[in-house]
């Protein structure tokens, strides 16, 4: 069965540090694989997919993603920290090769001091 | 950029009663899909839609559980009798198909209180 585990239930960090936010998936075949952020009162965006192509992910407001099968990690990471990205971040994986259902994992609550 | 619109934000229901959350998905969408998140836990997968029909669902989606396209535009879940653990935060998505690499785009979510 498919399924993610969010290392980290919170991190924090200062406003121009490096963010890394950590995510292992577990899956029987090739997965698609996404972020997810959510601020306060916001919907759910798409942060950035990886669906078999190219391991290294960019995706939006400067975050990117490293698919690495032999560690079954996808981690997300930002170079320099922005007030603006504190928020939840959840790593999603697809639930079967159908792809309709979503399996989230529990959810990182990212803060961001000035 | 278009989006996914959920009414309303919040709902308040006494045990018991049926309550019916509403959304709009994204208008060329064809496959359309709730979720929930009860509070402090992952969020769920409960139901996909597509051609007017159920295409998956979880365990979580029982009896008391519907999904309905009344019209072009609206998509709705329906809890016939609300229970205390029904509780929770509801997510609405909708995608352009029902591949493993299509995106699926969120609203909002609406906030159940059942009391």
């Known amino acids: 069965a498919q399924s993610v585990t969010q290392l980290d239930s919170h991190v924090s960090v200062s406003e121009g540090t490096p963010v890394l936010l950590r995510c292992n998936y577990s899956?029987?075949?090739?997965?698609?694989l996404f972020w997810y952020v959510q601020h306060p009162n916001k919907g759910l965006q798409l942060l950035l997919k990886?669906?078999?192509?190219?391991?290294l992910v960019k995706g939006i407001n400067g975050f990117e993603a490293e698919f690495k099968k032999s560690e079954t990690s996808f981690h997300l990471t930002k170079p320099s920290a922005h007030m603006s990205d504190a928020a939840e971040y959840f790593c999603?994986?697809?639930?079967?090769?159908?792809?309709?259902?979503?399996?989230f994992g529990k959810g990182t609550t990212l803060s961001v001091s000035s | 950029e278009p989006e996914v619109t959920q009414t309303p934000s919040h709902q308040v229901t006494q045990m018991g009663q049926e309550v019916i959350l509403r959304c709009v998905p994204i208008?060329?969408?064809?496959?359309f899909y709730w979720y929930r998140q009860i509070l402090g836990q992952k969020v769920e997968f409960l139901v996909s839609?597509?051609?007017?029909?159920?295409?998956?669902k979880s365990e979580i989606f029982d009896d008391q559980f519907s999904v309905e396209r009344p019209d072009g535009s609206n998509f709705t879940l329906k809890i016939r009798s609300t229970k205390l653990e029904d509780s929770a935060m509801y997510f609405c998505?909708?995608?352009?198909?029902?591949?493993?690499?299509?995106?699926?785009?969120f609203g909002a979510g609406t906030r159940l209180s059942v009391l």
């Open positions: 998505a909708s995608s352009e198909s029902g591949r493993a690499k299509n995106i699926q785009y």
């Open positions: 899956s029987s075949y090739s997965p698609s």
């Open positions: 990886y669906t078999s192509a190219a391991t």
């Open positions: 999603v994986v697809n639930s079967n090769q159908a792809g309709t259902a979503l399996i």
């Open positions: 208008s060329n969408h064809l496959y």
């Open positions: 839609f597509y051609n007017n029909e159920i295409s998956e």
